[in-house]
């Protein structure tokens, strides 16, 4: 039937390319005929409170620094340090002296002091931690101001 490996080759050539046109063609038009799925928001999670203007002003003034990274001591006493952690976003308050309990509550009047509700401490995102000495067995809840969930 063919006279010669040329002819042969030749007419392979072409039903490959056929071949290939046509698959591209049929995934081009499933894709295209496919439903679109709709877009799903998450739900579940909760909207993260926010500062008032005035306590953000607030904060911006505690904070307020030309440095892009590390940490800003915002007290430092005999009783307690509060360093913020610039990158974080976060303030950690080392409790020095025994009982932990009125330290924490001393620092958490300190801030609400400053302006801010009780409510907003949590918002602030304060960390207490201290000692085994001061207080051995620490618990989640003892770490974050009061009435503020983990």
Do not use: H
């Not at 907003?120 to 085994?132: A, D, M, N, Q």
């Amino acid at each position: 039937m063919f006279k010669n490996s040329k002819n042969l080759f030749l007419i392979v050539k072409i039903v490959a390319v056929f071949i290939i046109i046509s698959l591209g063609i049929g995934l081009f038009v499933r894709l295209k005929l496919q439903p679109q799925q709709p877009k799903v928001q998450t739900v579940g999670q909760a909207e993260r409170p926010v500062l008032r203007e005035e306590a953000q002003k607030i904060k911006k003034g505690m904070t307020a620094t030309d440095k892009k990274i590390g940490d800003l001591t915002i007290l430092d006493n005999k009783t307690a340090k509060i360093t913020y952690l610039i990158s974080n976003d976060q303030f950690i308050v080392e409790i020095k002296e025994a009982p932990f309990e009125d330290g924490k509550k001393q620092i958490e009047s300190w801030f609400i002091n400053k302006g801010f509700t009780q409510g907003e401490l949590c918002v602030l995102r304060i960390s207490f931690g201290t000692s085994k000495t001061i207080k051995p067995n620490l618990t989640s809840s003892e770490i974050l101001p009061l009435g503020c969930s983990n």
